[in-house]
T-cell receptor, first 111, second 113 residues
Framework: GENVEQHPSTLSVQEGDSAVIKCTYS??????FPWYKQELGKRPQLIID?????GEKKDQRIAVTLNKTAKHFSLHITETQPEDSAVYFC??????????FGTGTRLLVSP | SQTIHQWPATLVQPVGSPLSLECTVE??????LYWYRQAAGRGLQLLFY??????ISSEVPQNLSASRPQDRQFILSSKKLLLSDSGFYLC????????????FGDGTRLSIL
């Protein structure tokens, strides 16, 4: 079955810097890749997603890139702010199958 | 619009007691439903998922069970709780089409004493 690996497990940046979180997946047939943000004690919330027919997608300060050949996708956050501090999860799925989540990245943005 | 309700928000139970957590979805029909557990500071562990009434797939062998008595209702149960059952329990739903995101409820924080 699908396996998703996520790196790094923790990431500390200064406010205003960029942050990049990378995920790799094992099943080349996977075609849907969402990213979730989970603030402390809260539920995970979808922040952006990408499908395999697209290489990049942007939404204001966040973007996701997909490299199907290398089987990896990345979350990019520019001009980070303290409120970006949270745990971020990537996930992958194919067809009608359920999402497989990465292990999460704890992002800390220091003022 | 679709909404997902999960209750209770917090629960403290003694070891060996039973458990029932309920999740309902509004504004959609035939959703896929999921139960996850999250230990403190850890990732999302899928416990059960359901693609229809009475259809339950178990991901992890344990003393928990799930039921889907109605299309938009998903229940997580246990007959006798263990200390290791403590955690943050999240219900989620997704559409049945290809490549659908999951939308999570607010979760239940379960503490076993």
């Amino acid at each position: 079955g699908e396996n998703v690996e996520q790196h790094p497990s923790t990431l500390s940046v200064q406010e205003g810097d960029s942050a990049v979180i990378k995920c790799t997946y094992s099943d080349s047939a996977s075609n849907y890749f969402p990213w979730y943000k989970q603030e402390l004690g809260k539920r995970p919330q979808l922040i952006i997603d990408i499908r395999s027919n697209v290489g990049e997608k942007k939404d204001q300060r966040i973007a996701v890139t997909l490299n199907k050949t290398a089987k990896h996708f990345s979350l990019h956050i520019t001009e980070t702010q303290p409120e970006d501090s949270a745990v971020y999860f990537c996930a992958a799925s194919k067809g009608f199958q359920k999402l497989v989540f990465g292990t999460g990245t704890r992002l800390l943005v220091s003022p | 619009s679709q909404t997902i309700h999960q209750w209770p928000a917090t629960l403290v139970q003694p070891v060996g007691s039973p458990l029932s957590l309920e999740c309902t979805v509004e504004g959609t029909s035939n959703p896929n439903l999921y139960w996850y557990r999250q230990a403190a500071g850890r990732g999302l562990q899928l416990l059960f998922y359901s693609v229809g009434i009475g259809q339950i797939s178990s991901e992890v062998p344990q003393n928990l069970s799930a039921s889907r008595p109605q299309d938009r209702q998903f229940i997580l149960s246990s007959k006798k709780l263990l200390l290791s059952d403590s955690g943050f329990y999240l219900c989620a739903w997704s559409g049945g089409a290809i490549g659908q995101p999951q939308h999570f409820g607010d979760g239940t924080r379960l503490s076993i004493l």
